[in-house]
């Protein structure tokens, strides 16, 4: 089995072809005067359709202000992405002392913080302090939003950004974060991750990683029809599709079954030209009720590469957009896709 491409691979398809369709969230109007036009209001209507983000005072009265380009305290930041994901259950912190000197237990914060450092969401500034009134930078945002919300982290690709390392603490969860398409658009090549973030920017990445979570794909795609004819190119310039022979044969799947490896993909660029796969569509065929499949997961050899919550309910299928993290196949050799 051959797919024809140059150097890029437009959709690897297992199981069959699907179209994914999207669409907007519709949230009530609000009445936040300096939302309109602004980068996050479609980010921050959806928070507020979730009922994450209040449009009310507690007079009942609409508030006219969301502030956007305002930055987020460490402690505001930390409630609201435990709240956004629904981690939150004060039943679950009681007595035992506080974890830092500057949260008291008549703090408001102090239940959110205590919550979550137990999920590991958070670190203090040094052993005793959290400092909750600081400014959150944007790294630190990206791991209180990232471990609040349960996302499984990449660990290994490429970032675009000059000044994030894969030396730097925070590398999973920008490399994430770029590969689920989860920042606002910039032309920018620099992540700035020790810069504060903003309220919008926040909203922007909590909105988009809840959305993910749900099922859609961010990522821009090239739609390919299925009976697309492929164009003319040069004969070196595919890649080879075959049923790995370490396929584990059909078996019955105990109702406990944790981890099932049931599809193994050898992947070879024969040619001269290194290839790289930019998109994957995995499609049910029968393996267990969908609502019962928590997760799917891409793995390239052994090495975690992608994961998705479930698949998606309309169309049956689980749709990977590695544009930004893409699959690279070396010419002349064969990789292992799970």
Request: include cysteine.
């Amino acid at each position: 089995m051959n797919f024809s491409d140059l150097k890029r691979i437009p959709a690897l398809v297992i199981f069959g072809w699907s179209i994914i369709s999207f669409f907007p969230v519709s949230a009530d109007a609000h009445d936040f005067q300096d939302l309109n036009g602004h980068f996050s209001e479609p980010a921050v209507e959806y928070l507020a359709d979730i009922g994450a983000v209040t449009t009310r005072n507690t007079d009942g009265t609409a508030r006219t202000r969301f502030f956007p380009d305002s930055f987020l305290l460490r402690a505001e930041l930390v409630k609201l992405a435990l709240v956004s994901f629904s981690r939150m259950d004060d039943r679950e912190i009681s007595g035992g002392a506080p974890s830092f000197e500057d949260v008291r237990p008549a703090d408001w914060f102090f239940s959110f913080v205590e919550k979550a450092k137990s999920l590991g969401a958070i670190e203090g500034t040094d052993s005793d302090h959290f400092e909750p009134e600081r400014k959150t930078t944007k790294a630190e945002a990206l791991k209180m939003i990232m471990e609040s919300s349960g996302v499984e982290l990449l660990t290994s690709g490429e970032v675009s950004y000059s000044d994030v390392s894969k030396d730097d603490w925070f590398y999973p969860y920008v490399l994430t974060g770029e590969n689920l398409c989860l920042f606002p658009k910039t032309e920018e090549d620099t992540f700035f991750p020790e810069n504060p973030v903003t309220r919008g920017e926040t909203a922007y990445i909590i909105s988009s990683l809840l959305r993910t979570l749900s099922g859609e794909d961010l990522c821009p795609s090239e739609k390919t029809e299925p009976d697309t004819p492929l164009p003319d190119l040069d004969e070196e310039a595919f890649v080879s599709v075959m049923l790995s022979p370490l396929t584990p044969p059909s078996r019955s799947v105990p109702m406990n079954a944790a981890n099932v490896p049931f599809l193994l993909i050898d992947v070879t660029a024969p040619g001269s030209e290194a290839a790289k796969i930019v998109k994957i569509t995995i499609q049910h065929s029968g393996l267990g009720l969908i609502e019962e499949i928590e997760r799917v997961k891409i793995f390239v050899g052994i090495t975690p590469y992608a994961s998705k919550t479930g698949f998606s309910k309309e169309t049956q299928t689980a749709v990977f957009s590695l544009s930004r993290n893409p699959i690279i196949i070396p010419a002349g050799e064969t990789i292992t896709v799970t």
